[in-house]
């Protein structure tokens, strides 16, 4: 069946740089959302991306839907230790389909 | 608005038991969703209901899960007989729009555990 492809699955950046995270379709998405989960915690909406190359901020995330509507991301800049958290993006294909990716896990480096 | 309510958060089991999850959307939302959540297997969506209906059960993973939406402020999620394999946490999410085109609420999980 379809699949989300999320990378990384893991990374650990030093509190202040930046992070990325990217979600890849092989079929074209009606839209796509972003979720946090913090350890121990439930998924929290962020976004969610409906429109080609549509790109949207929330202070230091800045999330980008691809032009072919295949692929996502996730940008936090400068990054701070209450980003820690697993972050899922959850993509809705053409059938109505919801399908999350299996989450990059960010951990913080003092 | 006390989000949405799943009970119980914790639950210990031994393998060929029954296990119900119950979960409670917010007030005024119309789809329902139920997830599991594992290492291995990430988030996948198991079920979805909207208003009261089942409308994509493709994910529940055999005839040992089943799940019902009463009313439009109840939903359960059954297994039996529960097995070692189906520990995970079970998250309860609703919605106000139709399938998962709008923001889901998610519930704070179940942690089951079956020996």
């Known amino acids: 069946g379809q699949q989300v492809m999320q990378i990384p699955q893991y990374q650990h950046v030093q509190e202040g740089e930046d992070f990325t995270t990217y979600c890849n379709s092989s079929?074209?998405?009606?839209?796509i959302q972003w979720y946090k989960q913090r350890p121990g915690g439930h998924p929290v909406f962020l976004i969610q991306?409906?429109?080609?190359?549509e790109v949207k901020k929330q202070k230091r995330l800045t999330f980008q839907f691809g032009e072919a509507k295949k692929n996502s991301s996730l940008h936090i800049t400068a990054t701070q230790t209450t980003d820690v958290g697993t972050y899922f993006c959850a993509a809705m294909n053409r059938d109505d389909k919801i399908i999350f990716g299996k989450g990059t896990r960010l951990h913080i480096l003092p | 608005d006390a989000g949405v309510i799943q009970s119980p958060r914790h639950e210990v089991t031994e393998m060929g038991q029954e296990v119900t999850l119950r979960c409670k959307p917010i007030?005024?939302?119309?789809?329902l969703f139920w997830y599991r959540q594992t290492m291995m297997r990430g988030l996948e969506l198991l079920i979805y209901?909207?208003?009261?209906?089942?409308?994509?059960d493709s994910g529940m993973p055999e005839d040992r899960f089943s799940a019902k939406m009463p009313n439009a402020s109840f939903s359960t999620l059954k297994i039996q007989p529960s097995e070692p394999r189906d520990s995970a946490v079970y998250f309860c999410?609703?919605?106000?729009?139709?399938?998962?085109?709008?923001?889901?609420?998610f519930g704070p999980g179940t942690r089951l555990l079956v020996l």
């Open positions: 209901f909207n208003n009261n209906v089942p409308i994509d």
């Open positions: 007030s005024g939302h119309n789809s």
């Open positions: 079929t074209t998405l009606s839209n």
């Open positions: 999410a609703s919605s106000t729009n139709t399938g998962g085109s709008g923001t889901q609420y």
């Open positions: 991306l409906v429109k080609s190359g």
